[in-house]
């Protein structure tokens, strides 16, 4: 989804946060990889790792995913929070070529809209944008707001 909500709310008398921190670059101390070896049967058991012949799982599947937010705005001292989350699935057969069977993203926002102001709450009904709705007796502290944003944004199962 475009910035233009943002802009647009900004127009509608939202003051811009004044701090927006970089984006972050990721871990920067895992230079190599490391070769693994699975380990398993059907009953524990403890071994060294050095008597183990290796296998491989005929179909393994990874998850991962991303999240971004931050503060782009204010209304009066109601934050107005822009925020991204994806995931996927990725599944690899017999053949070792990953494939992606799952995969969402989702583009948001998260505020009080009954703090804001008219002006405010309609440049956030663009079609498609998500606002995710907290109660003005969640904000206050920054963990507050974001434990109750957390508990509101539910994610869909694979």
Do not use: N
């Not at 008597?51 to 393994?60: G, K």
């Not at 009904?125 to 509101?152: F, S, T, Y």
């Amino acid at each position: 989804m475009p910035r233009a909500w943002v802009d647009a709310l900004l127009a509608a008398g939202a003051v811009p946060a004044s701090y927006v921190p970089e984006a972050s670059l990721g871990r920067t101390d895992l230079e190599g990889r490391v070769e693994v070896r699975l380990v398993e049967d059907a009953t524990l058991s403890v071994r060294a790792l050095t008597d183990v012949a290796p296998r491989a799982p005929t179909e393994v599947a990874f998850l991962d995913g991303v999240q971004r937010w931050r503060v782009v705005g204010y209304g009066g001292i109601t934050p107005i929070v822009r925020a991204y989350v994806a995931a996927a699935v990725r599944r690899r057969g017999g053949d070792r070529r990953p494939r992606t069977t799952h995969e969402e993203a989702r583009e948001f926002a998260i505020t009080c809209r009954d703090l804001l102001t008219g002006a405010q709450r309609r440049a956030l009904e663009v079609p498609g944008l998500e606002v995710v709705d907290l109660a003005a007796a969640d904000l206050g502290q920054p963990v507050r707001a974001e434990l109750a944003g957390g508990l509101k944004v539910v994610t869909k199962r694979f």
